[in-house]
């Protein structure tokens, strides 16, 4: 089993949900933590106890330039990096003919190439390590869902990378992995960019409902702990993924349905002259 015990690990957008969860149960767990959002003093200010095994950072993970400085805050106070965990992440909610192509872009550059540019510098010293490389993909990773094009996409994007990164890298010691949370509490709704760019501002589920963050991090973490290759988490998720595999055709069905019953769905645009 691989210890989180002093090993520096390196987590993307964790002042809330699952990346907050992450690194409270990775210093809980042993390791120093480093940890990076666009706005330091929320990230701060989501950790009471700031102490010598905690590093801040400012970064928007869309630019590269900020992904090359957080690696190397981190290695320039620990002198290595073990584990990244790519997690920092935006979604949408639009249907693709309303949503403008910046849309699409943002969460390119935010979750695909967020990823591609923590992976790129922190690799080196992870290889060195026989660390571990994360990404914090969805069940989206896998099935495509409506009113989320360029979310899936991403997610596609960044399974595809991980996949053939770990291939590369299958016989140095170092782990790839991705996991797919099902549906988490957290903010990520809330943010989830509109068809014009802005945060919708709401959640159409009800988050108290959904898996914790807590847990899903504890499960995040048991799996790089146990050299996992991926983990698809909830029930509902790993029917979704199941299905698609078998029953494509109906998976489309039952997938256009599900997301029909959202509150204000904008597939209803489509209801009125269905045919
Ligand atoms: N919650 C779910 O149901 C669910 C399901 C499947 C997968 N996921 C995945 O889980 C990951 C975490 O999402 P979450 O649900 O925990 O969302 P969240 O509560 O909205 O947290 C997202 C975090 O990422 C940061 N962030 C956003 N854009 C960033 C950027 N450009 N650069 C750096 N940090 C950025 C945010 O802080 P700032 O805004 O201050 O930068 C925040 O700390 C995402 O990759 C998401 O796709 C979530």
New binding site residues.
Partial sequence: MYSLKDKVVAI??????????LAIESLNRGAKVAV????LE??KA?FPQHNENILFAA?????EH?CEQFIESIIGKWGRVDVLL??????MRALFEDADLSVIKELM???FW?TVYCTKYALPSIRSNKGVIVG?????GYRGLPARTG?SAS?FAVQGFLEALRTELLHTGTNVMWV????????????ARSANGTAQGETPLDEGK??S?EI?AGIILNAVQNGKRSVV?TGQGKLTVWMNKLFAGLADKLVYNHFLKEPNSPLAKYEANRG
């Fill in positions: 993307t957008g964790a002042s809330s949900g699952i990346g907050h969860a990076c959002a666009r706005n929320k990230l989501a970064a928007d993970v869309g630019r900020d790519n997690n920092a992440g935006i979604t550059d935010i979750n967020g914090v993909s969805s069940i989206a979310y997610k797919s949370p099902g549906f988490t509490s957290s903010n990520i709704r809330n943010v959904l898996m963050a899903c988490m």
